[in-house]
């Protein structure tokens, strides 16, 4: 069973790279990751801020198409926005949200870091809106680690930071028109969160649980870069005990 791994914002393939593709590879699965064009090392750098959702959306089911059987998708940040608005047309064996914008979109969870971590929310609109090099060492660690993340961490994926296209998160500030009986009713549905996520906190991600129809399970003591937090190997064992109980 194929599993194709979809990055959130400012990021690529290469967050999956360092723990998440070999641990599942080394556990029995064909296990991918894609770069939405414009990211990572992909092509359309150039364009991206002419790309939406909806190209995302197309990279996700050109590949979809290539792969030798249908995967599970599991989705991050806006890489589980992506995973559910191709689902609105589509299905798959699985879906696993791992701290993902949530349907009801990025007005909300925006709102509130303004409201508790002004500083924060201005450092990431600068990144969107100048370039990625204003991230601050301290910055990117509360946006994307937990406190038991070591702080050298996150000079590791500093460089590596890309930037995020302004019509796809324009895009994620409008809900999808999504419910519980608009993806496939038979398709397994899971929904991770992270304890200490300053950007998508758990209350967001147990709305979009409700709103898919099952319940949210927030990871302890983890920070909204979860597939390179400390504790990522939770998260990973949390999805491999749930493929195996569905059946994948």
């Not at 750098?45 to 995967?71: F, S």
Request: with cysteine.
């Amino acid at each position: 069973m194929p599993l194709l791994f979809l990055h959130g914002a400012f990021a690529g393939a290469w967050c999956w790279d360092e723990h998440f593709l070999p641990w599942f590879a080394g556990h029995g699965y064909d296990a991918f990751a894609l770069s939405f064009r414009g990211h990572g090392d992909s092509i359309g750098e150039d364009d991206l801020d002419e790309l939406g959702i909806a190209d995302y959306v197309q990279n996700l089911r050109t590949v979809v198409a290539e792969l030798p059987a249908p995967p599970v998708l599991l989705g991050h940040s806006m890489g589980g926005f992506v995973a559910m608005e191709h689902l609105m047309g589509e299905t798959a064996p699985g879906l696993v949200l791992m701290a993902s914008v949530p349907p009801g979109g990025l007005l909300g969870p925006s709102l509130l870091l303004a409201a508790w971590n002004p500083r924060l929310t201005i450092e990431l609109a600068m990144i969107q809106n100048i370039s990625p090099v204003f991230a601050t060492p301290a910055g990117l660690h509360d946006a994307l680690f937990s406190r038991a993340t070591c702080k050298s961490r996150r000079a590791q994926h500093y460089g590596r930071m890309s930037q995020e296209s302004r019509r796809a998160t324009l895009d994620m500030h409008n809900p999808l028109r999504l419910a519980a009986d608009s993806l496939d009713p038979d398709m397994p549905v899971l929904v991770l969160g992270a304890e200490h996520d300053s950007l998508i906190s758990p209350p967001f991600v147990r709305s979009t649980a409700r709103t898919l129809g099952t319940r949210a399970e927030i990871l302890p003591d983890t920070g909204h870069g979860i597939m390179l937090d400390a504790h990522w190997e939770r998260a990973a064992e949390r999805i491999l005990f749930w493929l195996r109980a569905n059946g994948h």
